[in-house]
């Protein structure tokens, strides 16, 4: 968590898991991890395919299509990877590519749960899967002593099937949350070995 850093223009949030990231739950291991569905099989498939015949920054844009056409189909996730935890919103690994090019995780969402306010160590796509989780950015800036600036930017509101891509670094930085009534549920394919690293991925501001 960076120290000294100033806050401007953002509401606390009531909910649970505002200062700490989720750790990954389940025995990490390479490949499709165990109790996942077909359709999540032909996802990584297609996804791994993009990858493979895609570098630099393209990448991000590139998972996020292979993602459009899977996200929100209600076969993507087996039971298991649905459920959340009433301390904070959950991380289930689904998918640990074995030369660490990239991992596929689904993000659950109970009711008033937040992450930090956090940035990346690696390109992202994420989707939502089900319910209505927000994500809100910061803008960061650095004064001449040091000192970590930031300003809330803009909040939206999401819906199923809805698609974005991470930037690695601080100049992409927010929290999602949830502060609707029910569930939500997003799936995230990162640029990082999680299973070699699984603490790498996130800047963490706090809240
Ligand atoms: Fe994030």
Redesign the pocket.
């Known amino acids: 968590m960076l120290d000294k850093t100033r806050r401007n223009n953002i509401t606390p949030f009531p909910g649970k898991g505002a200062d700490k990231i989720a750790a990954i739950s389940g025995d990490l291991q390479y490949g499709i991890q165990p109790g996942t569905t077909p359709l999540l099989a032909e996802f990584v498939q297609t996804l791994q395919n993009t990858i493979d015949n895609c570098t630099g920054p393209g990448i991000a844009p590139a998972a996020k299509a292979a993602l459009r056409g899977y996200v929100c189909e209600p076969a993507l996730l087996a039971a298991a990877h649905k459920q959340g935890d009433a301390d904070n919103y959950t991380r289930h690994l689904l998918y640990a590519a074995p030369d660490g090019s990239c991992s596929v995780l689904a993000l659950v969402w109970m009711p008033g749960q937040i992450?930090p306010i956090?940035g990346?160590t690696a390109w992202g796509a994420v989707g939502v899967y089900e319910g209505n989780p927000f994500c809100e950015n910061y803008q960061v800036s650095r004064s001449d002593n040091g000192a970590i600036g930031l300003q809330s930017q803009m909040k939206m509101r999401l819906t199923a099937g809805d698609l974005a891509t991470?930037r690695p670094g601080i100049d992409d930085v927010?929290r999602?949350g949830n502060e609707s009534q029910r569930r939500a549920i997003t799936i995230h394919v990162y640029g990082r070995d999680l299973v070699a690293e699984p603490s790498s991925l996130?800047i963490v501001f706090g809240q």
Do not use: C, D, L, S
């Open positions: 992450t956090h990346h991470v927010h999602i996130n």
